[in-house]
């Protein structure tokens, strides 16, 4: 029964998700905000829905382990993952400076995640903290995009808004708006129990199914959104999905779930999946920055490096840690 539970989970996710987006995206071009906005908000936050929903259910349920390993896992395969496989569809290719600054400030990010999560938990101050930075990179980035000073990562956000085909009619904009929150608040709870139960059925860590299973879940909305850029020549956008997501995920998701639950870290987290997603953030500027693209084969390398990375889980990271590797 809990693999029907998570299996009903992941399609109420993923579907509740998509609708979500398109509904609110509709009821935003009505009241007329703009596609900036609709891009720089909307859609990412409707994108990352499922992780927030996803890690607050399990925080709240004291699986912690799922919580954090969900947005640590999301975060690797949004980069090695999703990035791979777009890369491999299409060549990533970005403005030179966008990728300077946006990448560093992901960098950054991770770094202060990663010491915030060797103190072993993530509490009260560490959720504030994680939160705050969220909203002023938001307010920072929205100001500089309507201040024109950054005309490429504007016309990003525009794509972003342009991918989404919403209905015309306001009554189902929200309908699919209401249903898709109540969609991706009962994939949730689904999962979360299922996910549970197999850890519990099997001894398998809690953090391990958070980083594998869910994580791929979870993060499959966003695979999508930047598979379909992709092979509309939007590259952009799929780079931009990715490190928003990656944004989003760290500072929104978790320092929100912190502020309301603390988030203890598991020992496996600790010692390598945090170092795995700072290896990966780390990877991604040096690839970006030959000829500024991602070309096949280093989206091939990427990908072959997740591969890596869950074969690792299968056979056991705490076998790979005690032969010292």
């Known amino acids: 029964m809990m693999y029907v539970f998570i299996a009903l989970g992941f399609v109420l996710l993923l579907g509740g998700a998509e609708y979500l987006v398109k509904g609110s995206v509709g009821l935003a071009r009505r009241v007329g905000v703009s596609p900036l906005v609709i891009g720089m908000t909307v859609v990412a936050l409707g994108t990352s829905a499922p992780e927030f929903v996803v890690s607050l259910d399990a925080a709240l349920k004291d ?7 969900n947005i640590i896992g999301s975060n690797i395969a949004n980069i090695l993952l999703i990035l791979g496989i777009t890369a491999l569809i299409k060549p990533i290719v970005n403005e030179p400076k966008a990728i300077l600054r946006d990448g560093v400030i992901l960098l950054a990010t991770t770094v202060l995640f990663v010491i915030l999560c060797l103190q072993g938990e993530l509490g009260l101050a560490s959720g504030i903290l994680m939160f ?3 909203i002023l ?30 209905p ?19 994939g949730a709870e689904l999962l979360v129990n299922g996910a549970t139960s197999i850890a519990r059925e099997y001894g398998v860590p809690e953090e391990v199914i958070g980083l594998t299973m869910i994580a791929v879940g979870t993060s499959l ?8 850029a992709a092979l509309r020549g939007h590259t952009d956008v799929a780079l931009g999905n990715v490190i928003g997501s990656n944004l989003f995920n760290v500072l929104g998701v978790l320092g929100a779930v912190s502020i ?5 870290v598991a020992e496996q987290i600790l010692h390598f999946d945090l170092w795995v997603m700072l290896g990966a953030t780390v990877l991604l500027l040096p690839f970006m920055m030959t000829n500024w693209q991602l070309s096949r084969k280093e989206g ?4 072959v490096l997740y591969i890596v990375y869950m074969g690792c889980q299968v056979y056991g990271v705490d076998r790979l840690l005690n032969l010292g590797l």
């Open 168 to 186: 015309e009619n306001i009554w189902l904009m929200i309908l699919m708006t209401i249903g898709g929150i109540v969609a991706v608040v009962y």
């Open 221 to 228: 909305p966003e695979l999508a959104a930047s598979g379909m």
């Open 132 to 134: 705050g930075a969220f």
């Open 260 to 264: 309301i639950q603390p988030l203890p």
């Open 63 to 69: 699986s912690a382990g799922i919580a954090t390993g």
């Open 300 to 303: 091939l390398v990427f990908f």
């Open 137 to 166: 990179f938001l307010i920072y980035s929205y100001w500089r995009e309507r201040a024109g000073s950054d005309k490429e990562l504007a016309e990003m956000h525009e794509h972003e808004a342009e991918e989404i085909e919403a």
